[in-house]
């Protein structure tokens, strides 16, 4: 049930928006307190708007975790930037996340560029503050990058770092004040709109991504063929596609040891947003050049995403 919001109640939906691994996803999952998006040290993990939800006494935030702006090198790239840019105008607040461990460049003033035709208000967070460099010049040179884009567009700015929590406060704080009034857009114990199925496959892609590295970057999709629940067990039957035999024999490894450490730990991911038990069987099917075929992209679940 969706209760009447009380006075003075706040209420919206942010996009968090930035380049590729500039700690997104990390960032909305500490807001709102539980892991909703995968997240992995390689760029253009997020491939999916998720929603994530913060509710609190005085306000309801609908966090948009949107995939990482870059330049695209196939068909799958170029849905992903799509939807980030078309969540630009789709939302009561943008985000704008850069990374304050490295100097302001031109996929960051890229970005910029579209938010300042925007009418959407922005707020600039520079995360990664636990890495700025040590070395006092370097540091301002890169504060100095950052405040000069702000106070250009006169847009507010928060020096935080997602991973230590530093600054996530004030951080918090400014979000909500920057929204209108208003009421529950979902009930207070949601923390995503997105089916457990979702998250399911994203929990096994997100092992892929910490497990295989370099070597099986973003070549991969997840289906989920079977989910049966039952009294004391939940049975996973999901495939993982691949563009190329040798990527197949990477994920399965010597003896089917890289698949095993994979379900695994998948697994014991998967238990935790079930709480039960799961038993979760793994294949992997070779699909040639899947994310520059626009039909295969369909059957994944890859499309430009209306609003």
């Known amino acids: 049930m969706i209760p009447e919001s009380p006075p003075g109640f706040r209420s919206g939906f942010i996009a968090l928006i930035g380049r590729p691994n500039v700690g997104k996803s990390t960032l909305m999952n500490q807001l709102i307190g539980q892991k909703v998006s995968i997240t992995s040290p390689l760029a253009q993990t997020t491939r999916n708007r998720l929603r994530g939800i913060l509710t609190r006494p005085d306000a309801q935030i609908i966090f948009v975790d949107t995939p990482g702006i870059h330049k695209p090198h196939h068909s799958l790239g170029e849905i992903l930037v799509k939807n980030a840019i078309a969540s630009i105008n789709a939302v009561d607040l943008v985000l704008f996340v850069v990374d304050g461990s490295t100097p302001l460049g031109k996929g960051d003033q890229f970005i910029e560029t579209i938010l300042a035709k925007s009418k959407t208000p922005v707020i600039l967070g520079v995360n990664k503050a636990d890495l700025m460099p040590e070395d006092p010049q370097k540091r301002v040179a890169i504060e100095n990058g950052y405040g000069a884009i702000a106070a250009a567009n006169r847009w507010p700015i928060h020096t935080f770092s997602a991973v230590t929590e530093v600054g996530l406060d004030p951080l918090l704080t400014q979000l909500i004040q920057s929204l209108d009034l208003g009421p529950y857009y979902y009930p207070p114990d949601l923390i995503t709109d997105q089916p457990e199925r979702f998250i399911m496959g994203e929990l096994i892609r997100e092992q892929i991504l910490a ?3 370099e070597e099986v970057p973003h070549s991969v999709a997840i289906t989920l063929d079977r989910v049966e629940e039952e009294d004391k067990i939940t049975r996973i039957l999901a495939t993982v596609h691949v563009e190329r ?12 040891s890289m698949m095993k450490e994979i379900g695994t730990q998948a697994r014991q991911q998967i238990q935790k947003l079930v709480m039960g038990k799961v038993y979760l069987e793994l294949f992997v099917k070779v699909q040639a050049n899947w994310r520059q075929s626009n039909l295969r992209l369909l059957e994944l679940g890859y499309r430009v995403e209306r609003d």
Do not use: C, D, F, H
């Open 211 to 213: 497990l295989t590295r």
């Open 245 to 256: 035999p040798s990527q197949k024999a990477i994920l399965i490894g010597k003896n089917g």
